[in-house]
């Protein structure tokens, strides 16, 4: 279940906690977009957002081992407990990508997730099942306000094929009609943030435990024909 789904539900994990330490209080535009083209197969373009959630999927078809490739982006310093060895690393004002070229198991690229919570896993790689392909650069930075260009919102980070119609409904939950060509474009709007008493003296802790509250606006296209749905936000 995507982390879309997840607050609409009202079942919020980690994985819902893990997209909004980005965020402060503020309107933020143009987030987690999708677009989603049907033919034989169905192709999902995402933004950033949605990476670690398809590759995680994706990863529970694996039969033994498959080639994986991508990076790990992060401040801290990663040595063994990855499991395998990074094919090379780069760094640029203090922050590190750890690059991946080697093959993985389901259990290994599960284990990325579970033990680099707040690390950025970007993956490629394919199964029996489907492909997923993803760039491994930093996301920009998160402003509150306007979007930050007039551009429309891109979903050119990630690229997802599949023929896997549960995964289709997954991202369709409130859409009831059949479609062609779909666009999703969401605004996180946050206008408080509950911080546990234990961590209002330390800024880090604050931001990765702290509660935000608001709503999301869920933009649909479908068919070129747009529409609004509004949900309560509390992650």
Not at 176 to 185: A, E, G, P, Q, R
Not at 201 to 230: P, Q, W, Y
């Amino acid at each position: 279940m995507n982390f879309i789904k997840k607050i609409a539900e009202h079942k919020y994990d980690e994985w819902v906690k893990k997209q909004f330490t980005r965020y402060g209080r503020g309107t933020y535009e143009g987030k987690a977009v999708v677009q989603i083209t049907k033919g034989t197969a169905y192709k999902i373009n995402t933004s950033f957002e949605f990476a670690g959630e398809l590759a995680y999927q994706l990863a529970n078809t694996i039969s033994g081992k498959t080639h994986v490739t991508g990076g790990m982006i992060t401040s801290q310093k990663i040595t063994n407990e990855a499991g395998f060895e990074f094919a090379g690393m780069k760094q640029f004002a203090g922050v590190k990508t750890y690059l991946i070229d080697t093959d993985l198991t389901k259990q290994q690229i599960h284990s990325l997730f579970e033990k680099f919570p707040t690390t950025l896993i970007f993956l490629s790689f394919k199964t029996d099942a489907g492909e997923i392909k993803t760039k491994v650069k930093n996301p920009k930075s998160t402003k509150p306000g306007n979007k930050e260009t007039e551009e429309e919102p891109k979903a050119d980070f990630c690229t997802f094929k599949t023929k896997d119609k549960a995964i289709i409904d997954d991202f369709t939950f409130d859409i009831k009609k059949d479609f062609t060509k779909l666009s999703l474009v969401h605004t996180f709007i946050i206008e408080d943030l509950i911080i546990p008493g234990q961590y209002k003296n330390d800024f880090v802790a604050a931001r990765l435990h702290a509660m935000r509250k608001g709503n999301l606006i869920r933009e649909i296209t479908l068919d070129g024909e747009k529409s609004v749905k509004e949900y309560k936000l509390e992650a």
